[in-house]
T-cell receptor, first 112, second 114 residues
Framework: DVKVTQSSRYLVKRTGEKVFLECVQD?????MFWYRQDPGLGLRLIYF???????EKGDIPEGYSVSREKKERFSLILESASTNQTSMYLC???????????FGPGTRLTVT | GENVEQHPSTLSVQEGDSAVIKCTYS??????FPWYKQELGKRPQLIID?????GEKKDQRIAVTLNKTAKHFSLHITETQPEDSAVYFC?????????????FGTGTRLTIIP
């Protein structure tokens, strides 16, 4: 069974704070992803990593950065949180293209 | 890049009836089309997928059809049950290289009326 965990289920931060969201997988998957989910907008890709230390921008990378120093861990960083980054953040992992993506439980981030 | 449109955004059907959700994609090179189901408060999970070398795939009460010429694919759920109530997402991608990404539709909220 693939296990994808995220560091927090709920997080409340203040505007301007630096925020770290962490995702850990235990299946030795090459690819990892960060999405944000907002009502009516579906799942939008922020960044993904197809190998350790490799990263690519997704559709909405502005205001975010990522880090993947180890295969099992993929971090999303909000350098200076803003209220429009209030959202549900979902991490996902997969073995490769055209393989199932396994999602984490999500982190609901509120920026006040 | 790829663009996936999904319709309808909400759908209500009587228990036992069928439900159909439709998606169109823009990149003719896309060749992998999964569907994910997200129940309330839970994470999305893959329910069925289809590759471009087949036109239809079935798994019990769910089926997916693909029309490559028209660049659209559909999810069909027959004999709907209350546990089918969820948000469904279609997606599309190429699968040639390791850095290919999935592009998701905006989701359909399906409600089964008892």
């Amino acid at each position: 069974d693939v296990k994808v965990t995220q560091s927090s289920r709920y997080l409340v931060k203040r505007t301007g704070e630096k925020v770290f969201l962490e995702c850990v997988q235990d299946m030795d998957h090459e690819n990892m992803f960060w999405y944000r989910q907002d009502p009516g907008l579906g799942l939008r890709l922020i960044y993904f990593s197809y190998d350790v230390k490799m990263k690519e921008k997704g559709d909405i990378p502005e205001g975010y950065s990522v880090s993947r120093e180890k295969k099992e861990r993929f971090s999303l960083i909000l350098e200076s949180a803003s209220t429009n980054q209030t959202s549900m953040y979902l991490c996902a992992t997969r073995l490769g293209p055209s393989y199932e993506q396994y999602f984490g439980p999500g982190t609901r981030l509120t920026v006040t | 890049g790829e663009n996936v449109e999904q319709h309808p955004s909400t759908l209500s059907v009587q228990e036992g009836d069928s439900a159909v959700i439709k998606c169109t994609y823009s990149d003719s090179a896309s060749n992998y089309f999964p569907w994910y189901k997200q129940e309330l408060g839970k994470r999305p999970q893959l329910i069925i997928d289809i590759r471009s070398n087949v036109g239809e795939k079935k798994d019990q009460r769910i089926a997916v059809t693909l029309n490559k010429t028209a660049k659209h694919f559909s999810l069909h759920i027959t004999e709907t049950q209350p546990e089918d109530s969820a948000v469904y997402f279609c997606a599309a991608s190429k699968s040639n290289f390791g850095n290919e990404k999935l592009t998701f539709g905006t989701g359909t909220r399906l409600t089964i009326i008892p």
